[in-house]
């Protein structure tokens, strides 16, 4: 799974892969960086994986990215992605994994999606509102929790 935290905290996109290579890191940071809402990096910090200077040399040579754009791969700064995919370990865990990548995809997102909605990235309901959080998810679905 990438998952791509603004220095906010703030989730920018995430992506599920079958492979964690260099393919996959350069196709997930080009779907992220084509967003409106992201401006370009001056430093990106990854964790140690070996696909993701590939990818970053990929980006640089086709100039998705600019070549000014540093590469961070220092494990401890690296700490905001991680307390933000805590909360998809915390409820996938009691489920004891996925029968498949799709079901896991569209469970993935679903989490996502909410967590999103609980940081206040949802325009109009603001971080902690429980009451227009819950509001939301009615008017969306047509059902109250």
């Known amino acids: 799974m990438y ?17 964690r290579d260099g393919k996959a890191a350069a196709r997930f940071f080009r779907k992220v960086l084509k967003a409106q809402h992201t401006q370009t990096p001056r430093v990106i910090t990854v964790d140690k994986n ?66 999103m909605i609980r940081k206040g990235q949802v325009k109009g309901i603001s971080k902690g509102d429980s009451v227009s959080q819950m509001n939301f998810i009615e008017k969306l679905f047509g059902m109250s929790a």
């Open 50 to 115: 070996a696909a993701y200077p590939v990818a970053m040399d990929k980006l640089k040579a086709d100039e998705t990215i600019a070549e000014e754009t540093e590469l961070r791969q220092i494990k401890y700064l690296n700490n905001i992605i991680e307390q933000d995919h805590r909360n998809i370990k915390r409820i996938v865990k009691p489920m004891m994994g996925f029968k498949s990548f799709h079901s896991a995809r569209r469970t993935l997102s679903r989490i996502e999606a909410m967590g």
């Open 3 to 19: 998952r791509a935290v603004d220095s906010a905290g703030n989730t920018l996109d995430f992506g599920l892969s079958a492979k």
